[in-house]
């Protein structure tokens, strides 16, 4: 079955700094990919979608980059701060009736 | 914004007795979930559930777990009997039409088997 690989685990980074985490799938049949982030305490707040169509989706200060050659995706925060402290989660489904499969999650700390 | 609540938040058993862990979901959802989280380790699919049926289980759901959805309301994911290894957090989650649309998740319920 799918596996999904996350790294870093941890990332540290400066005020302003970029951050970028990765994850990469085994399943070629992969369409639905997903970005978690979870503060403590909280639920999953969903950060970004990607579907297989698309390569490249941006929101406010970050970008989603799907690479289906390598079955890699990646979280590029580009000017992080404080506030993005939080755990950040990867997930990818199959099809829309599918489960997601969790990477293992990154924990990032942004300091001032 | 649309939230999937979780009850209770936290929950201590002893070993071997039954548990019931509580999910309202989003209220016109039809596609509902369970995950289990064990400290520091990533999230694992359980089971999810359309229109009163089981579509796809994993190998953490055990015979000793079961989800169901009485009365159209509360979601639930019952373990019975216990065992330590259940221990984890229990997040629920739903959707309106599964991956294509928006999947909600609520805060989790830490079990914590003793």
């Known amino acids: 079955g799918e596996q999904v690989e996350q790294r870093p685990p941890h990332l540290s980074v400066r005020e302003g700094d970029s951050a970028v985490i990765t994850c990469t799938y085994t399943d070629p049949n992969s369409y639905y990919f997903f970005w978690y982030k979870q503060e403590p305490g909280a639920s999953l707040q969903l950060l970004m979608k990607?579907?297989?169509?698309?390569e490249i989706n941006e929101g406010q200060g970050f970008t989603v980059l799907l690479n289906k050659k390598d079955k890699r995706l990646s979280l590029n925060l580009t000017a992080a701060h404080p506030g993005d402290s939080a755990a950040y989660f990867c997930a990818v489904g199959s099809s829309s009736f599918s489960k997601l499969v969790f990477g293992q999650g990154t924990s990032l700390s942004v300091v001032p | 914004g649309p939230k999937v609540l979780q009850i209770p938040s936290h929950q201590i058993i002893d070993m071997g007795q039954m548990v019931t862990l509580n999910c309202d979901p989003v209220s016109n959802h039809l596609y509902f979930y369970w995950y289990k989280q064990i400290l520091g380790q990533q999230m694992e699919f359980l089971v999810n559930?359309?229109?009163?049926?089981?579509?796809?289980k994993s190998k953490l759901f055990k015979d000793q777990f079961s989800v169901e959805r009485p009365d159209g309301s509360y979601f639930t994911l019952k373990i019975q009997p216990t065992a330590l290894e259940d221990s984890a957090v229990y997040f629920c989650?739903?959707?309106?039409?599964?991956?294509?649309?928006?999947?909600?998740f609520g805060k989790g319920t830490r079990l914590t088997v003793v």
């Open positions: 559930f359309y229109n009163g049926k089981v579509m796809e």
């Open positions: 989650a739903s959707s309106l039409g599964g991956l294509y649309t928006e999947v909600f």
């Open positions: 990607v579907f297989s169509s698309t």
